[in-house]
């Protein structure tokens, strides 16, 4: 079992940043990738960022290219999304999310039945 703790969430105005932090424990040696989602009210959840464990693979949705960065810190078993340059539509509650089991991840990182772990989520309120 794999626990995550988000933070970092709150109420920015548009322009602004906020680095969202997701803390794993317990079973985090077999950590194979994370990933953030997003939903906004009445939206279904969507991909954001995602990166393999080892590192090597990152991806990104196409609404926040250029402006939000997934980063890992393997010591601290965090995974951090940093979000720059934040517009109103950014605004929703953001999910950690993790697999601990393989999957064809260029393929299929985007899926949410393929992250096993899920955090509590972290509200971000971006305002005008």
């Known amino acids: 079992q794999v626990q995550l703790v988000e933070s970092g969430g709150g109420l920015v105005q548009a322009g602004g940043s906020l680095r969202l932090s997701c803390a794993a424990s317990?079973?985090?040696?077999?950590?194979?990738?994370m990933g953030w989602f997003r939903q906004a009210p009445g939206k279904e959840r969507e991909f954001v960022a995602a990166?393999?464990?080892?590192?090597?693979?990152?991806y990104y949705a196409d609404s926040v290219k250029g402006r939000f960065t997934i980063s890992r810190d393997i010591p601290k078993n965090t995974v951090y999304l940093q979000m720059i340059s934040l517009k109103l539509e950014d605004t929703a509650v953001y999910y950690c999310?993790?697999?601990?089991?393989?999957?064809?991840?260029?393929?299929?990182?985007?899926?949410?039945?393929?992250?096993?772990?899920w955090g509590q989520g972290t509200q971000v309120t971006v305002s005008s």
């Open positions: 317990g079973r985090t040696f077999s950590m194979y990738a």
């Open positions: 999310a993790a697999a601990d089991t393989f999957f064809p991840f260029t393929l299929r990182k985007t899926m949410r039945s393929e992250y096993s772990y």
């Open positions: 990166v393999r464990w080892s590192g090597e693979s990152i």
